[in-house]
């Protein structure tokens, strides 16, 4: 993610800080959503975004997701 | 500088005593629920800023140079460092569900101060202490679960015990929230509309992520919210149509209905209809989480409920028994959760950078679960008592019919009419809001309320009602999907041990038998909730919540043994306080529903009652539930009273120099993250 270095240009710390929390939240959103797991396996498996490549993904992370507790 | 950070803390500690006395001390007139924020919000700061420092620094000496398993096992599927925000938000999403809205709603029936008070204190002292230290004592061992932890710390015996406990409150967990969702949706059209159209929208969701935009589950996520928001505008049309008939439905169908779901979900393929769903359901509900805290703050509502009832006495009739230990039993998830503990053994350790982080993480994430629970609090307690009451109640508790609920509810001090009841349930869109026990219909009407007062007034709250209440089924339905199959590979795994093929996750006579076996068991006290004159609730809450608090006891067990362990005995307090109260807690609250002469607390004392009543169809399985009831929570209690005792054995063979204090901890290892990589 690329984000405009406002500390270079003198910006201001509350809209550093807003940034930054925006840039994690989004983070936050990704990983639980699982799209940065998706990220990481076409990284790992060297291959492009595809259905293909998001069905091998799905098999692969099938295993996990169906033993993953949910809290009450 | 120093200085004035003294005097921000000082502060902070004044305006939360001030706001503690005013809510302990405010009788008579109704108070705003800004005080119960501003008294929350400042235990949490203080806790957060002090008590866990305290932990990290002193107890449990926090290295943070020390590596962690996502970084020694980086694999960059289940084990993989990463940010502390990222890792906290996809804790709290795991561990936030259904109980901490479900439990402070029910408590409230003894007023709002007693559940407040021990969500704060339960919470601080509690719930952020487990979630803290199992968290960091997995991630000292490679991410192991809490069984694997009890089994290598405590012992064999342990180990067995935790896999059985854990078995246990999943199965009581999935009735008590089977049984939520169908009080909840019972003769509601809107509401069943709206959550059987959720099914088509996960299947499209699942279509659009496989086949159209593959992996943009966020994009996936935002259309189904869009759609699951017109299927509500879509169930009020239906609910006024000729087809209403077809989606109004009793508790018995609806019971088999839902019963039908668990048992597809956990012997069909995840993907295409639970996934999608559980990550709807994930997106749903953190924005309503959200909502529902600036909606607070800007509607400032006044609480109605006094701060302490007449119910304390034990004779409530949303679920019988006395403040204690009943109370503490009832609100669960807000305040100290045994389930956590296993979020906390499971994937969040795997993801943690740098030991530092479980503060935040482990101590943090339950903080905010807390707070939700403070909410749910507050949207109980701005209902008029008389209309909670009402709500709450079921029809054998206050007399069978709704003339006869509202004469007995009035006498005791809570004035309701018939027709404001019918009035409220025509503004929400409901039929009838009379005995709808559970906590579910309450929560949604306290959450409509401050919704509507904050956006769109008076002719939307049946719109906002009908979104609390698919809100509420629509996770609730997430984790009876997924506790199904997770309860589904715990037994194939223990009966592996017995026959290999058994424990194949992959061979389909398997499956299918063990998921019938985690259904039947189930859907054995779902059924018995649903025939209960009483609303279920009163039998199978205080049964969820025993064993929710006996795991507990499990996972502060392990914890202290390993603090023994680590030659730090001096500081053992810090988890053997909160488990000398649970013990207090879940043994007396056991001992109540087994033996107390009350029929409509003790199991016992109600079979004999039945018994010596006239006979009647259904009375001999009523008289064997009570009995099994019984043996459920006698077999508990002595099963977590050998993982007590065998943990006791060890502090004091450590504490006496009769054994060498050494832990099964991973060897250390130096970090290799930079300071900025973290």
Redesign the interface.
Known sequence: MTLIDLSARGGNTFMQAAIQACR??N?????????S?????L??TDVA???A???L??R?K??????????? | MKIAKILLWLAVSVAGAIAVAALALHRGESINAMWLVLAAICTYALGYRFYSKFLAARVLALDALRATPAERLDNGRDFMPTNKWVVFGHHFAAIAGPGPLVGPVLAAQFGYLPGTLWILVGAVFGGCVQDFVILLFSVRRDGKSLGQIARDEVGKTAGTVAFIAVLSILIILLAVVALIIVNALKDSPWGVFTIAMTIPIALLMGVYLRYLRPGRVLEASALGLILVLLAIFGGQWVSHSSASGIFTLSGVTLAALIMIYGFAASALPVWLLLAPRDYLSTFVKLGTIAILAVGIVLVHPTLQMPGLTRFIDGSGPVFAGNLFPFAFITVACGAISGFHSLISSGTTPKLIARETQTRVVGYGAMIAESFVGIMAMIAACTLQPGTYFAVNSGAGMVGGSPTAAVATISNWGYPVSAEQMSTLAAVVGEKTLFFRTGGAPAFALGMAKIFSDSLGGARVMALWYHFAIMFEALFILTVLDAGTRVARFMLQDALGHLWKPLGRTSWYPSIIATSALVVAAWAWFLWQGIRDPLGGINTLWPLFGICNQLLATVALCVATTIIVKMGRARFMFVTLAPLAWLIAVTFSASWHKMFDPNPLIGFLAHARQLAAGPAGPGLARRIFNDRLDTAVCGLLIVLVSVIVIESARQWISVISGRRQPTTQEAPFVATQLAEEVL
Do not use: G, M, N
Request: with cysteine; aromatic share 14%.
């Open positions: 994690v939240l983070a936050a959103l990704h990983e639980i959503f699982d799209e797991a998706y990220e990481r396996f990284t790992r975004r595809s259905k490549s998001y069905r993904f799905l692969e099938e295993a996990s997701l169906a033993s993953k507790p949910r809290c009450c």
